[in-house]
Every structure is written in structure tokens, then in C-alpha cells.
């Protein structure tokens, strides 16, 4: 069972930039399918990215298109979720998620097994 550890999480001011880091120990990310979600106080948990196992297809919430990139690092050990132009409605925790190797990307929740504990992303305006 892969344990998954966030970490990057801080405060920034609006416009800014901030990655975030899931590290897996137990194994490389290339059997599963990863993802990033994030919850804010009173609202649900929410898809934000995510990747097959194979980082040949990734896919993105509406609010994280064009701002929000998730990457793996080469050794397949690390999920980076680089935020560019952060916005206050952007702050919530941040969870990294581990699934099943599938081809495409799951969005909810329910397609993933395992999770870390998350890290606070804060956006001040």
C-alpha cells in the first residue's frame, strides 16, 4: 500500500506562483494513476489534476486550466502540482491521490484508493 507525503504548501499573495510536491514511498507512481484535489472550509472535495500512470494523459478542472500543470518527476517518485496565478479561491487544502492504472483520468474521488494527508495552500488578495 503506498503511502503518498505533500509537501509546498504555504501562503502567497494573488498572482503568484507555488508548487506543491506528493512523494510515494513504497514504489514508483508508474502503476498508478495519481491525482491532485483540493477542499475548502465548507465545500466538498474537488478534482483539480490529475495523470494516468503512464503521464501520457493528463487532465484539469476548469479552474485549473491554463494556470495549473501536474507533472512527474523521472524517477517517477514525485507528483508536482505547479500553481501559476493563484487566486484566492484557490485556497484549500491540497490532497494527493494514488488510483488504479487506468488510461484515462478519473475526477472523482471515488476512483482513488489512497491518500496523503494534504498541504494548506493559502492565497491572500
Known amino acids: 500500500q503506498p503511502r503518498l507525503i505533500e509537501s509546498g504548501g504555504g501562503l502567497v499573495q494573488a498572482g503568484g506562483s507555488l508548487r506543491i510536491s506528493c512523494e510515494k514511498s513504497?514504489?514508483?507512481?508508474?502503476?498508478?494513476?495519481m491525482a491532485w484535489f483540493r477542499q475548502a472550509p465548507g465545500r466538498e472535495r474537488e478534482f483539480v489534476a490529475g495523470t494516468n500512470w503512464k503521464q501520457q494523459n493528463t487532465e484539469y478542472a476548469d479552474s485549473a486550466k491554463g494556470r495549473f500543470t501536474v507533472v512527474g518527476d523521472n524517477v517517477k517518485t514525485r507528483v508536482n502540482l505547479q500553481m501559476n496565478s493563484l487566486k484566492p479561491e484557490d485556497t484549500a487544502v491540497y490532497y494527493c491521490a494514488a488510483g488504479v492504472p487506468q488510461v484515462q483520468v478519473r475526477i472523482h474521488a471515488d476512483g482513488y484508493d489512497h491518500w496523503g494527508r494534504g498541504t494548506q495552500v493559502t492565497v491572500s488578495s
Open positions: 513504497g514504489g514508483a507512481f508508474d502503476t498508478y494513476n
